[in-house]
């Protein structure tokens, strides 16, 4: 077995617990319930042996991570191995005295997501009245304490027109960078995607906004915007490659190389609880299926982006063309790429279904 390089950074998804109920959510239809979540001393060992292996940065993440009444203990763990911690949260329940705490336990930095500019539209998309403001205050609470401060705006069909607001929204937050981020279309945005994919001009004109914005707030906020899969005729080497750079731990402890391979029908995870994370990174068959480039079928086996983009998503070509190892349809050279477009124009102002357990 060749050499593998150890992973860079890791998304520990605590628990899928959330009040909010966003249709893009990330995590799995099927949900992990409160009981089999992993347990304090097991998300320390993790830690633990995420360093050793070389491991830089944790995003906690969920659901939403402040649903767990210990994460103060598990970001000390983290901030001993020597990770950088970085939260990701909705923020709505997010007090200053745990903000404290928190900075207390050794957090480095704050990803808030928001989901529009404008207060109604966005409490609706979180299925929260009154969401919106939260998330505002608790910004405006992570900037007086000095903590980086990352806005999350995941743009879809009925925000993409509010994209300037966005942009100026997140600069009198005072963040320091804006991730304008496209739905990717696994799991709940998958369920929602006639009534989430935006209309090729809706995308045209966002694009062209952020790169005037962008040149305009140089040296003052970052932003982050690539074009969606969906218009794209090259992929984007989906979590930097499978099991190159990257890992996810799921809340019951299983090990995986991206937040959707469980899609992937036949594929089983190593579980933390009972494999090392050095046996489940190097040796476990998951992470090998689709690690490097011996794995591709044509067109991408002769290609000479082969490692520039690690032949894109494997969930993505599992939704869009019916198997994990086939050329990822963003791709212009995979048969199955005629599917994005049809995928755009069968998109309309439909309603979604919210994420629930
Ligand atoms: Fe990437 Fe494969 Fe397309 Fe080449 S053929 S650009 S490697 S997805
Ligand atoms: Fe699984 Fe892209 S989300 S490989």
Same mark, same amino acid.
């Given at each position: 077995?060749?050499?593998?390089?150890?992973?860079?950074?890791?998304?520990?998804?605590?628990?899928?617990?959330?009040?909010?109920?966003?249709?893009?959510?990330?995590?799995?239809?099927?949900?992990?319930?409160?009981?089999?979540?992993?347990?304090?001393?097991?998300?320390?060992?993790?830690?633990?042996?995420?360093?050793?292996?070389?491991?830089?940065?944790?995003?906690?993440?969920?659901?939403?991570?402040?649903?767990?009444?210990?994460?103060?203990?598990?970001?000390?763990?983290?901030?001993?191995?020597?990770?950088?911690?970085?939260?990701?949260?909705?923020?709505?329940?997010?007090?200053?005295?745990?903000?404290?705490?928190?900075?207390?336990?050794?957090?480095?930095?704050?990803?808030?997501?928001?989901?529009?500019?404008?207060?109604?539209?966005?409490?609706?998309?979180?299925?929260?009245?009154?969401?919106?403001?939260?998330?505002?205050?608790?910004?405006?609470?992570?900037?007086?304490?000095?903590?980086?401060?990352?806005?999350?705006?995941?743009?879809?069909?009925?925000?993409?027109?509010?994209?300037?607001?966005?942009?100026?929204?997140?600069?009198?937050?005072?963040?320091?960078?804006?991730?304008?981020?496209?739905?990717?279309?696994?799991?709940? $945005?998958? +369920?929602?995607?006639?009534?989430?994919?935006?209309?090729?001009?809706?995308?045209? #004109?966002?694009? @062209?906004? &952020? *790169? =005037?914005?962008?040149?305009?707030?140089?040296?003052?906020?970052?932003?982050?915007?690539?074009?969606?899969?969906?218009?794209?005729?090259?992929?984007?080497?989906?979590?930097?490659?499978?099991?190159?750079?990257?890992?996810?731990?799921?809340?019951?402890?299983?090990?995986?190389?991206?937040?959707?391979?469980?899609?992937?029908?036949?594929?089983?995870?190593?579980?933390?609880?009972?494999?090392?994370?050095?046996?489940?990174?190097?040796?476990?068959?998951?992470?090998?299926?689709?690690?490097?480039?011996?794995?591709?079928?044509?067109?991408?086996?002769?290609?000479?982006?082969?490692?520039?983009?690690?032949?894109?998503?494997?969930?993505?070509?599992?939704?869009?063309?019916? $198997?994990? +190892?086939?050329?990822?349809?963003?791709?212009?050279?995979?048969?199955?790429?005629? #599917?994005?477009? @049809?995928? &755009? *124009? =069968?998109?309309?102002?439909?309603?979604?279904?919210?994420?629930?357990?």
């Amino acid at each position: 077995m060749p050499a593998v390089d150890p992973p860079y950074a890791f998304l520990a998804e605590l628990t899928h617990r959330c009040p909010l109920a966003c249709p893009y959510c990330s995590n799995p239809l099927d949900l992990a319930r409160a009981a089999s979540e992993l347990g304090t001393a097991d998300w320390g060992r993790i830690m633990r042996e995420a360093a050793e292996l070389g491991a830089m940065q944790v995003h906690l993440s969920g659901g939403e991570p402040l649903a767990r009444r210990d994460l103060e203990t598990i970001l000390v763990d983290a901030h001993r191995a020597g990770l950088y911690t970085n939260l990701i949260t909705a923020a709505v329940s997010l007090s200053e005295a745990r903000l404290d705490r928190l900075a207390g336990a050794g957090l480095d930095h704050v990803q808030i997501s928001l989901q529009d500019a404008d207060a109604p539209a966005a409490d609706w998309v979180a299925g929260m009245q009154g969401a919106h403001a939260r998330k505002l205050r608790a910004a405006a609470a992570v900037r007086a304490r000095g903590l980086a401060l990352t806005l999350n705006v995941v743009v879809h069909r009925h925000n993409l027109d509010r994209i300037e607001e966005v942009i100026e929204l997140a600069l009198d937050a005072g963040a320091g960078r804006l991730e304008i981020a496209h739905a990717q279309y696994h799991g709940w $945005a998958l +369920a929602n995607r006639a009534a989430l994919l935006p209309r090729p001009d809706q995308v045209r #004109r966002a694009m @062209a906004v &952020v *790169a =005037a914005q962008t040149a305009r707030l140089r040296g003052r906020m970052a932003i982050d915007h690539v074009l969606p899969d969906h218009m794209a005729v090259r992929p984007k080497a989906c979590m930097g490659g499978w099991g190159r750079r990257f890992f996810v731990v799921t809340p019951d402890g299983r090990a995986m190389p991206c937040h959707a391979a469980a899609t992937i029908p036949d594929m089983v995870f190593p579980s933390l609880r009972d494999t090392s994370l050095r046996e489940a990174w190097g040796r476990s068959e998951a992470f090998q299926r689709f690690r490097g480039t011996d794995w591709m079928p044509d067109p991408c086996r002769s290609c000479e982006r082969r490692e520039i983009d690690w032949g894109g998503c494997r969930c993505q070509a599992l939704a869009m063309a019916g $198997a994990a +190892a086939a050329t990822d349809p963003a791709c212009a050279l995979s048969p199955a790429h005629g #599917r994005m477009a @049809a995928a &755009v *124009a =069968a998109a309309g102002n439909e309603d979604f279904r919210p994420r629930r357990f």
